[in-house]
């Protein structure tokens, strides 16, 4: 679970206007945080199978934000790829 200063961090740096939560950018950013941490719990608790199909729902829904954000803005959608880190 990210805490509210880390979200707060995501939202400041991914966000096009002052108060915007709800835009694909920042949706896939911190879902990206989401999805690092919740690995990182897996790698421990290789059994929490529950965390696992949690963490398959975040990673495809992810990937639709991001095919929304490739068809509607093409330059915002590869500058967030590169500052994520994705893979294309």
Same mark, same amino acid.
């Given at each position: 679970?990210?805490?509210?200063?880390?979200?707060?961090?995501?939202?400041?740096?991914?966000?096009?206007?002052?108060?915007?939560?709800?835009s694909a950018e920042?949706?896939?950013? %911190? /879902?990206?945080?989401?999805?690092?941490?919740?690995?990182?719990?897996?790698? +421990?608790? #290789?059994?929490? &199978? =529950?965390? $696992?199909?949690?963490? %398959? /729902?975040?990673?495809s829904k992810r990937?639709?934000?991001?095919?929304?954000? +490739?068809? #509607?803005?093409? &330059? =915002?959608? $590869?500058?967030?790829?590169?500052?994520?880190?994705?893979?294309?």
């Amino acid at each position: 679970m990210l805490d509210k200063d880390k979200k707060t961090k995501v939202i400041e740096k991914h966000s096009s206007t002052k108060g915007d939560t709800g835009s694909a950018e920042v949706q896939v950013a %911190l /879902l990206t945080e989401r999805i690092k941490e919740l690995t990182e719990h897996l790698k +421990k608790h #290789k059994k929490d &199978k =529950s965390s $696992q199909r949690g963490l %398959l /729902l975040m990673v495809s829904k992810r990937t639709r934000l991001l095919k929304y954000l +490739k068809r #509607k803005d093409q &330059k =915002s959608y $590869q500058k967030l790829i590169k500052d994520l880190g994705l893979r294309k």
